[in-house]
């Protein structure tokens, strides 16, 4: 028998042959194409792992410095907390739980609940803080500010911001309620009001339902707009003579939201703690000084203070003067140099009483810390609305003015550290200068008065 192949079953073989060459080309090179997909996937996938983990990690460790913050604002305040607080926030939740120690602190460990984990623990102690967080805070009866007054910081009112004849807030000022009213002000900061007017300045944002009659260097959201220059976007619903340099929108999309009514930030049982805290010391008559240098404290001064001349009183505890303060022609009321960073308390009038805790400060009298940068001496009257509580003039000075209940009037270039009052006037060249060390000023002693803040890290 013939096997000789023919030709044309030679040329099947070979493209039988070729075709299992191919098929077993092509294999390899899927098989090696896959091993280098994975190769790549593989650690793309690990990084995507990687990173995702990260976002979770960072989420939970906000979250959980959120909780804290919660809980130190309240406790700071005043507000309600409960031994655990929860909270919500995009879909995750923090626990917060509250530890009382026998030495006064109080422990605060944050952990988000879920898969990724990490905790937050600050520690407290109840000490003497009061936080003064600006540089002026007015109550309901509003600020008055007139011929190149200044206020060096932010100022928070609960009444109106009344300015004439180039007076001027170097920081953000706010007026709040649903009707509070800032008017003829230089703003160099932002402003927040239901109105602003008067030819006023804004070198910030503006945030107000009424805009009218002021030039702002930034943004502005209102309800509506006139006879104004805004150098930024503009948010409003009606708008007549107003000329915009930045992005329009027309309505504006939001609600005008007013700034909160705040309250003081000493609180009455503070101050029946300092008055306790100085009667403990024992009751005096009268102090009247025109020379010489005297220590008194802790003590209260059943009468009144007067300091003239070139006396000079160094305060060693609390003092509580239950008739009138007078500083004049140089005199000098001091913290002695024992507070050390700490500082210190002077109060006059008792509570409810019109006619008694007027305080003076005239003729380049001074009231002085320690000698410490974060020691200040507060001067607090107690006189209620209605009359004068507070006077300083004529170069004097002072760290801290206080008449929650009260009126304070500042003028001629009397130079103060913060201000707050029911209702504060600031005229001629009046300055006032805010230190950053006052938004938690540290009393001596004393019971109440808010937290110290020890120690914040997280712990896993």
Same mark, same amino acid.
């Given at each position: 028998?013939?096997?000789?192949?023919?030709?044309?079953?030679?040329?099947?073989?070979?493209?039988?042959?070729?075709?299992?060459?191919?098929?077993?080309?092509?294999?390899?090179?899927?098989?090696?194409?896959?091993?280098?997909?994975?190769?790549?996937?593989?650690? *793309?996938?690990?990084?995507?792992?990687?990173?995702?983990?990260?976002?979770?990690?960072?989420?939970?460790?906000?979250?959980?410095?959120?909780?804290?913050?919660?809980?130190?604002?309240?406790?700071?305040?005043?507000?309600?907390?409960?031994?655990?607080? /929860?909270?919500?926030?995009? +879909?995750?939740?923090?626990?917060?739980?509250?530890?009382?120690?026998?030495? @006064?602190?109080?422990?605060?460990?944050?952990?988000?609940?879920?898969?990724?984990?990490?905790?937050?623990?600050?520690?407290?102690?109840? +000490?003497?803080?009061?936080?003064?967080?600006?540089?002026?805070?007015?109550?309901?009866?509003?600020?008055?500010?007139?011929?190149?007054?200044?206020? /060096?910081?932010?100022?928070?009112?609960?009444?109106?911001?009344?300015?004439?004849?180039?007076?001027?807030?170097?920081?953000?000022?706010?007026?709040?309620?649903?009707?509070?009213?800032?008017?003829?002000?230089?703003?160099? @900061?932002?402003?927040?009001?239901?109105?602003?007017?008067?030819?006023?300045?804004?070198?910030?944002?503006?945030?107000?339902?009424?805009?009218?009659?002021?030039?702002? &260097?930034?943004?502005?959201?209102?309800?509506?707009?006139?006879?104004?220059?805004?150098? @930024?976007? *503009?948010?409003?619903?009606?708008?007549?003579?107003?000329?915009?340099? +930045?992005?329009?929108?027309?309505?504006?999309?939001?609600?005008?939201?007013?700034?909160?009514?705040?309250?003081?930030?000493?609180?009455?049982?503070?101050?029946?703690?300092?008055?306790?805290?100085?009667?403990?010391?024992?009751?005096?008559?009268?102090?009247?000084?025109?020379?010489?240098?005297?220590?008194?404290?802790?003590?209260?001064?059943?009468?009144?203070?007067?300091?003239?001349?070139?006396?000079?009183?160094?305060?060693?505890?609390?003092?509580?003067?239950?008739?009138?303060?007078?500083?004049?022609?140089? *005199?000098?009321?001091?913290?002695?140099?024992?507070?050390?960073?700490?500082?210190?308390?002077?109060?006059?009038?008792?509570?409810?009483?019109?006619?008694?805790?007027?305080?003076?400060?005239?003729? &380049?009298?001074?009231?002085?810390?320690?000698? &410490?940068?974060?020691?200040?001496?507060?001067?607090?009257?107690?006189?209620?609305?209605?009359?004068?509580?507070?006077?300083?003039?004529?170069?004097?000075?002072?760290?801290?003015?206080?008449?929650?209940?009260?009126?304070?009037?500042?003028?001629?270039?009397?130079?103060?550290?913060?201000?707050?009052?029911?209702?504060?006037? /600031?005229?001629?060249?009046?300055?006032?200068?805010?230190?950053?060390?006052? *938004?938690?000023?540290?009393?001596?002693?004393?019971?109440?008065?808010?937290?110290?803040?020890?120690?914040?890290?997280?712990?896993?």
């Amino acid at each position: 028998m013939n096997t000789k192949k023919t030709d044309s079953e030679k040329g099947q073989a070979l493209r039988h042959d070729s075709g299992q060459a191919m098929m077993i080309a092509t294999i390899l090179f899927m098989v090696v194409s896959i091993t280098i997909i994975f190769g790549l996937v593989g650690p *793309a996938l690990r990084q995507y792992a990687s990173a995702s983990n990260l976002v979770l990690s960072r989420q939970s460790y906000f979250l959980a410095e959120a909780g804290v913050e919660d809980v130190v604002y309240r406790l700071k305040n005043g507000l309600s907390v409960s031994s655990t607080e /929860i909270l919500n926030l995009d +879909g995750n939740t923090a626990t917060t739980v509250i530890t009382d120690t026998s030495d @006064g602190k109080k422990v605060i460990t944050v952990g988000e609940a879920g898969e990724t984990v990490r905790k937050v623990e600050t520690n407290l102690l109840l +000490g003497v803080g009061i936080a003064f967080h600006y540089g002026v805070q007015v109550g309901q009866g509003g600020l008055e500010m007139s011929n190149f007054s200044k206020i /060096i910081g932010n100022v928070y009112s609960n009444g109106n911001i009344i300015g004439t004849n180039s007076a001027r807030i170097e920081g953000t000022a706010i007026a709040s309620g649903p009707a509070g009213i800032i008017d003829g002000t230089d703003i160099d @900061g932002d402003s927040w009001s239901h109105t602003i007017s008067g030819n006023s300045t804004v070198g910030g944002n503006a945030n107000h339902a009424v805009f009218q009659n002021t030039t702002v &260097s930034g943004n502005v959201a209102a309800d509506s707009i006139s006879n104004c220059t805004i150098g @930024g976007t *503009a948010k409003y619903d009606t708008r007549s003579s107003c000329v915009v340099n +930045g992005g329009i929108t027309t309505p504006n999309p939001d609600d005008f939201v007013p700034a909160a009514i705040l309250p003081m930030p000493i609180s009455e049982e503070q101050i029946d703690a300092w008055e306790q805290e100085a009667e403990a010391g024992g009751v005096v008559g009268d102090q009247a000084y025109s020379s010489g240098t005297i220590s008194l404290g802790p003590k209260k001064i059943d009468g009144d203070l007067i300091l003239d001349n070139t006396a000079e009183l160094i305060v060693t505890g609390t003092l509580w003067v239950t008739g009138d303060i007078k500083l004049s022609n140089s *005199a000098i009321l001091r913290l002695d140099q024992s507070y050390g960073n700490s500082s210190g308390v002077v109060m006059a009038g008792i509570d409810e009483s019109l006619s008694t805790g007027y305080i003076e400060i005239s003729n &380049s009298a001074q009231a002085l810390g320690s000698g &410490s940068l974060t020691s200040y001496i507060l001067l607090l009257s107690q006189r209620e609305a209605g009359s004068t509580a507070i006077k300083t003039s004529n170069n004097s000075g002072a760290a801290i003015l206080y008449a929650g209940e009260g009126e304070i009037e500042i003028n001629n270039s009397a130079a103060l550290k913060e201000v707050t009052a029911h209702k504060l006037k /600031i005229t001629n060249s009046a300055t006032v200068t805010y230190e950053s060390g006052l *938004a938690n000023s540290n009393f001596s002693a004393g019971p109440g008065g808010g937290y110290d803040i020890l120690s914040w890290e997280e712990i896993e």
